[in-house]
């Protein structure tokens, strides 16, 4: 039996997303072959992939005539028009984080997917974390026994304002809607949804026009979760701190596929995804710290799954009902900074219940 075409891409974006993450991806999984890029520079594209067909029009490149599937990663106002107009030229499409700006338009893209019969998927490729995946392992195995709280953060050291469209005041921009998707991704997929979402989001740096600070905590039953993101973070805090009855896990240091990505390296490499930092599990009832073992990551996974997906071949990675969910929490998050009040999901029991069957909780 022959092997099936590769699937067509188009890439629409080629600023960081796009360039850093979105295209190395695409060129190193079979079964993808990367043929429009939409830029308004297609000499930049060009030095990268001489071979791809640059069009300026991101919504030419959607309905494309000659594209299987759809990759949008460009600003975050211009999702939910880009997937729709793919989705409705009959596109397979994957969506950039955060999925949308609010839930209703999360809600709209999902029902238009499904109409169409194609599959759509949001790139939570922190999934694919070595860090992730080590406490994913340590859940499943009952290491900590019951958790009881868990901080988790992504933290940077960049004082100075940039002029760059995710640090002025438009639409999804701010660290929240920049890290937090990844933090709240990772924590629904390890405990579900939770009760209830209290939220601080503030501008700490001068001249910020929007959010670089946030402190969001996700309220379960007998357990809390503390998410948070800053621009004026050194180091020194760890990646993951997370306590159980039987004792707490501490990660230090970020998985380093990002990195290494940003600086232009293609994946594939002998270490590529291992991490030169394991965790820690302190004993509780001893005090003895034990070395963890950090499982390999990799983010080519995430198109691997997307690719089999749109075969029929494999299940879709990251669903609509799951991005919807994050949605949610991000919308619960601002509302509880406006307000100052712990806020609910505004999801309805029919989409709880299709989220909680869509997912294989390890930390519940």
């Known amino acids: 039996m022959s092997e099936p075409a590769p699937l067509r891409v188009a890439l629409l974006g080629y600023g960081f997303a796009g360039k850093s993450f979105h295209a190395p991806l695409l060129r190193t999984v079979e079964g993808l072959s990367l043929r429009v890029v939409a830029s308004s520079r297609p000499e930049d594209v060009h030095a990268d992939l001489p071979e791809v067909t640059v069009i300026p029009s991101a919504r030419d490149a959607a309905t494309h005539p000659d594209v299987d599937l759809v ?20 596109k397979h499409v994957v969506v950039d984080k955060p999925f949308t700006i609010t839930l209703a338009e999360a ?15 949001v790139f939570h490729n922190r999934r694919w974390d070595s860090d992730f ?35 002025q005041p438009v639409p999804g921009a701010g660290i929240w809607f920049d890290l937090g998707p990844h933090l709240v991704d990772q924590v629904l997929q390890l405990f579900g949804l939770p009760d209830s979402v209290v939220g601080l989001l503030a501008a700490h740096r001068d001249g910020a026009a929007v959010d ?36 707490s896990w ?6 380093s596929q990002a990195d290494r990505l940003i600086a232009g390296e293609l994946p594939g490499a002998a270490d590529w995804g291992e991490d030169a930092s394991p965790g820690r599990f302190f004993v509780g009832s001893s005090g003895e710290a034990r070395t963890t073992a950090t499982p390999r990551g990799d983010y080519r ?17 990251v669903t609509p009902m799951q991005a919807l969910a994050v949605a949610a929490v991000l919308e619960a998050a601002l509302q509880s900074s406006r307000e100052g009040r712990a806020c609910t999901l505004g999801l309805t029991s029919e989409e709880r219940s299709a989220f909680s069957d869509a997912c294989d909780l390890t930390g519940s």
Request: aromatic content about 6%; charged content about 20%.
């Open 107 to 121: 809600r709209a893209l999902a029902s238009l997917a499904q109409e169409q019969g194609r599959v759509l998927s």
């Open 133 to 167: 995946l080590a406490l994913k392992a340590l859940l499943a195995d009952g290491t900590l026994g019951r958790v009881t709280s868990v901080e988790s953060r992504f933290d940077r050291f960049r004082p100075e304002v940039r002029q760059r469209w995710r640090e």
């Open 301 to 317: 996974r995430y198109y691997a799954g997307v690719r089999d997906a749109v075969r029929g071949t494999g299940h879709n990675p």
């Open 71 to 90: 990759v949008v990663a460009t600003p975050n106002e211009t999702h939910v028009p880009l997937a729709q107009a793919a989705l409705r030229a009959g």
């Open 212 to 247: 670089d600070w946030c402190q969001v905590t996700l309220v379960y039953p007998q357990r809390h979760v503390l998410l948070q993101a800053s621009m004026l973070i050194a180091g020194g805090m760890p990646r993951f701190a997370v306590h159980g009855t039987r004792g």
């Open 250 to 255: 501490l990660k230090h240091g970020m998985d």
